[in-house]
């Protein structure tokens, strides 16, 4: 995986030296931007695309109950304590946490009725990013590699589309999900497609003050004397890399050296990480939080060419010790919504889907909101809602989905889907068509065989 960090801090302020040491190896720049830079293909693309998306992956499991699929008519401990309101769709409610969303219901389709039957976050997450079952299904701890090796939505649609621009085509921020045992499970990458077709990772907090990437922004204010000398530096350092580590192409990887220094000339990429350049009133109304300003910065990056931008749920400091990190609610649901989970995303997806129809981006831009499953009907004896992969709600709004529909049911407890049921296979088939790709287009594996990058099929009724 592509990625740059910080200082031990984590936050976006500068690379240490030791990843400045590995600027050109394998585990940085030399085996990342091939594939994210490249000349777009034409091979299994339309021609009526969407130009980009955003996918909020709000890690953890949202609700159902609570956001896209309230039961006020259930009983106490199914229905929980808060209430549904009304949205701007006549006869479509959400749940009372989500009242801007709910002015812009009209923009938004709901599935209602997506279910993997898995309830761990590790393989159900594998499912939903990339269109293909874990095996085995419910399965914590799981690791990269084969068979659980397809690629990730970023990397198929970077590998198939190429950016538009300096920028790569696909980047993940602001952290990757880790699991409890702060592994990173399969699904968020390019899987048998090879590290070059990698989303680049960036770990960074664009909510802290003063907030740059020193990475891209470097070429601002180093002289280009300064950068040769990194040059000389990289090249000495390339001539201890023995053949294993450098592949079998020295040329291509030079290239994809010679890339990583072109993006940290490059203005534009520095512009697109520059959110002082917002209006102060743009970036209070994203919200001065780390998802908030992690949003925002995906449609700055989106803007400048790059195709996807997966925007994570953060991890907060102390959330582990409380037993419920990330929407992962166990324990207090009620209390953890209000306080930490929902006030947030509301405020930064319905800022996204206003500035994006306010600068006539909407149309061109899908935004997929999404989980890697729901939680239980039933509210446990902590007061919160465990994992459930029975059924769960995904949102769709932008690149051609017309808003204001839900499609499918659950059952009166929320519980399985009653009916227009959908696996994730069928939910990346509809990105990938929306994205102008063909959802049966294939690729190749390690061995060369052909793979379609979804066994799913359109779900048409979105468009």
Same mark, same amino acid.
């Not at 936050?11 to 050109?24: H, K, P």
């Not at 291509?252 to 520095?270: E, I, M, W, Y």
């Given at each position: 995986?592509?990625?740059?960090?910080?200082r031990?801090?984590?936050?976006?302020?500068?690379?240490?030296?030791?990843?400045?040491?590995?600027?050109?190896?394998?585990s940085l720049?030399?085996?990342?931007?091939?594939?994210?830079?490249?000349?777009s293909?034409?091979a299994?693309?339309?021609?009526?695309?969407?130009?980009?998306c955003?996918?909020?992956?709000?890690?953890?499991?949202p609700?159902?109950?609570? /956001?896209? @699929?309230?039961?006020?008519?259930?009983?106490?401990?199914?229905?929980?304590?808060?209430k549904?309101?009304?949205?701007?769709?006549?006869g479509?409610?959400?749940g009372?946490?989500?009242? &801007?969303?709910?002015?812009?219901?009209?923009?938004?389709?709901v599935?209602?009725?997506?279910? =993997?039957?898995?309830?761990?976050?590790?393989?159900?997450?594998?499912?939903?990013?990339?269109?293909?079952?874990?095996?085995p299904?419910?399965?914590?701890? =799981?690791?990269?590699?084969?068979?659980n090796?397809?690629?990730?939505l970023?990397?198929?649609?970077g590998?198939? $589309?190429?950016?538009?621009?300096t920028?790569?085509?696909?980047?993940?921020?602001?952290?990757?999900f880790?699991?409890?045992?702060?592994v990173?499970?399969?699904?968020?990458?390019? *899987?048998?497609?090879g590290?070059? %077709?990698d989303p680049?990772?960036?770990?960074?907090?664009?909510?802290?003050?003063?907030?740059?990437?020193?990475?891209?922004?470097?070429?601002? @204010?180093?002289? %280009?004397l300064r950068l040769?000398? $990194?040059?000389?530096l990289?090249?000495?350092v390339?001539?201890?890399?023995?053949? *294993?580590? #450098?592949?079998?192409?020295?040329?291509?990887?030079?290239? +994809?050296t010679?890339?990583?220094? !072109?993006?940290?000339?490059?203005?534009k990429?520095? $512009?697109?990480?520059?959110l002082?350049a917002?209006?102060?009133?743009? $970036?209070d109304r994203?919200? #001065?939080?780390?998802?908030g300003?992690s949003?925002?910065?995906a449609? &700055?990056?989106?803007? %400048?060419?790059?195709?996807v931008?997966?925007?994570?749920?953060?991890?907060?400091?102390?959330?582990?010790?409380?037993?419920n990190?990330?929407?992962? /609610?166990?324990?207090?649901? =009620?209390?953890r919504?209000?306080?930490?989970?929902?006030?947030?995303? !509301?405020?930064?997806?319905?800022?996204?889907?206003?500035?994006?129809? +306010?600068?006539?981006?909407?149309?061109? =831009?899908?935004?997929?909101?999404?989980?890697?499953?729901?939680?239980?009907p039933k509210?446990?004896?902590?007061?919160?809602? @465990?994992?459930?992969?029975?059924?769960?709600?995904?949102?769709l709004?932008?690149?051609?989905?017309q808003g204001?529909r839900?499609?499918?049911?659950s059952?009166?407890?929320?519980?399985s889907?009653?009916?227009g049921?959908?696996?994730?296979?069928?939910l /990346?088939?509809?990105?990938?068509?929306?994205l *102008?790709? #063909?959802?049966?287009?294939?690729?190749r !594996?390690?061995?060369?065989?052909?793979?379609?990058?979804?066994?799913g099929?359109?779900?048409? +009724?979105?468009f």
């Amino acid at each position: 995986m592509f990625s740059i960090q910080d200082r031990p801090t984590r936050l976006c302020d500068g690379m240490t030296r030791r990843e400045w040491l590995r600027v050109g190896g394998s585990s940085l720049f030399g085996l990342s931007l091939s594939e994210l830079l490249g000349e777009s293909r034409a091979a299994g693309a339309r021609s009526d695309k969407a130009k980009a998306c955003i996918v909020l992956y709000l890690g953890g499991g949202p609700p159902q109950h609570e /956001t896209w @699929d309230p039961k006020p008519d259930a009983p106490a401990e199914i229905r929980g304590d808060l209430k549904p309101i009304a949205s701007s769709v006549p006869g479509l409610f959400v749940g009372e946490l989500m009242p &801007r969303v709910a002015r812009l219901a009209h923009k938004v389709c709901v599935l209602r009725a997506v279910y =993997t039957n898995d309830h761990a976050h590790s393989s159900s997450l594998y499912w939903t990013l990339t269109g293909s079952a874990h095996a085995p299904t419910n399965t914590e701890l =799981t690791k990269p590699g084969a068979p659980n090796d397809m690629p990730c939505l970023g990397a198929v649609v970077g590998h198939l $589309r190429g950016g538009r621009g300096t920028l790569p085509a696909s980047i993940t921020l602001p952290e990757h999900f880790i699991g409890n045992n702060l592994v990173v499970p399969p699904g968020q990458n390019a *899987g048998f497609l090879g590290r070059r %077709a990698d989303p680049w990772l960036i770990t960074c907090d664009p909510s802290a003050p003063n907030f740059q990437m020193s990475a891209v922004d470097a070429a601002a @204010d180093v002289p %280009a004397l300064r950068l040769d000398d $990194r040059r000389s530096l990289l090249d000495q350092v390339n001539r201890h890399f023995d053949a *294993g580590a #450098r592949g079998n192409s020295p040329a291509l990887h030079d290239a +994809q050296t010679q890339q990583a220094f !072109d993006l940290l000339r490059s203005t534009k990429a520095r $512009r697109a990480f520059d959110l002082s350049a917002e209006p102060v009133g743009v $970036r209070d109304r994203y919200g #001065r939080h780390k998802f908030g300003q992690s949003v925002l910065l995906a449609r &700055r990056l989106i803007e %400048a060419g790059v195709a996807v931008v997966q925007v994570n749920w953060p991890r907060e400091k102390g959330d582990m010790q409380a037993g419920n990190p990330l929407w992962d /609610t166990h324990s207090k649901n =009620t209390e953890r919504l209000k306080t930490a989970l929902m006030p947030p995303m !509301d405020q930064a997806y319905s800022a996204l889907l206003e500035d994006l129809d +306010q600068r006539g981006m909407l149309n061109d =831009t899908l935004i997929v909101w999404m989980g890697e499953f729901g939680r239980t009907p039933k509210i446990n004896g902590s007061a919160g809602r @465990d994992h459930w992969g029975g059924v769960f709600s995904v949102a769709l709004a932008g690149g051609g989905v017309q808003g204001g529909r839900v499609i499918g049911a659950s059952d009166r407890i929320g519980a399985s889907p009653k009916d227009g049921g959908v696996e994730p296979q069928h939910l /990346t088939a509809t990105i990938y068509h929306a994205l *102008g790709l #063909r959802h049966d287009a294939e690729v190749r !594996d390690t061995l060369g065989r052909p793979i379609p990058i979804s066994r799913g099929e359109v779900i048409r +009724q979105v468009f």
